[in-house]
């Protein structure tokens, strides 16, 4: 596609649910980021996928937090019996591999845990 | 650990004014240095960025002044508009590409 693609845009749930939200990169992107906003917040990095490597998940502020990629191209991110505080904004972004630059995000994922 | 640090958290300013936003980092293996530009709803979307070879770079209204002695670079906006009004992010990233971001600046100009 012409931008990275997250699904759903909104997202409530109840306290102690899982939720999954995908992440369709720009086509022939092979990095591939998630990060989380809080209200008034910077950019919390959360995990990164690059090609077959192992990803980077020093991010994850807990393991209720994981997170896949599948074929090298889409990718969800699973919050395991989600918690107030896992309300946010979340944030995918992909870029051409080899290289630290053309970082291009999608809208986001808002997530409100009641 | 915050990597990159940025001020202000806010910033106001006339209409034709100059907004100056600073950022320092800590990891000298950091090699782009990007700034993002937000409009509430929407994500980040890339603004202007440099590489340490340089220490000024320049695009339209908007320029990076780089110190990389001082490991400290900011972005000024020139002739400031109302349409400016939206929230600014420095990041950083090293060359294994894990791209880090200051706490972000709300910036509001005054018609």
């Known amino acids: 596609g012409a931008g990275v693609s997250q699904s759903p845009s909104n997202k409530v749930t109840e306290k102690g649910k899982d939720v999954e939200l995908r992440c369709d990169p720009i086509s022939g992107h092979t990095a591939l980021y998630w990060y989380r906003q809080s209200l008034g917040q910077g950019l919390e990095f959360l995990i990164y996928?690059?090609?077959?490597?192992?990803?980077?998940k020093s991010g994850l502020p807990s393991d209720r937090f994981s997170a896949e990629r599948t074929g090298g191209s889409v990718s969800t991110l699973t919050i395991q019996r989600t918690q107030q505080e896992d309300s946010a904004v979340y944030l995918c972004?992909?870029?051409?591999?080899?290289?630290?630059?053309?970082?291009?995000f999608g809208s986001g994922t808002r997530l409100t845990v009641v | 650990q915050q990597q990159v640090k940025q001020s202000p958290q806010s910033l106001i300013v006339q209409k034709g004014g100059i907004s100056i936003i600073n950022c320092a980092y800590e990891?000298?293996?950091?090699?782009?240095f990007p700034w993002y530009q937000q409009f509430p709803g929407k994500g980040p979307a890339l603004l202007i960025a440099i590489r340490p070879d340089v220490s000024e770079k320049k695009e339209g209204r908007f320029t990076i002044s780089f110190n990389k002695s001082a490991k400290q670079f900011s972005l000024h906006i020139m002739d400031s508009q109302p349409g400016d009004s939206a929230t600014y992010f420095c990041?950083?990233?090293?060359?294994?590409?894990?791209?880090?971001f200051g706490q972000g600046t709300e910036l509001s100009v005054k018609p």
């Open positions: 996928f690059q090609g077959n490597s192992a990803p980077d």
């Open positions: 990891n000298t293996a950091f090699d782009y």
């Open positions: 990041a950083a990233s090293n060359p294994r590409g894990k791209l880090i």
């Open positions: 972004a992909s870029r051409v591999g080899g290289a630290n630059y053309g970082y291009t």
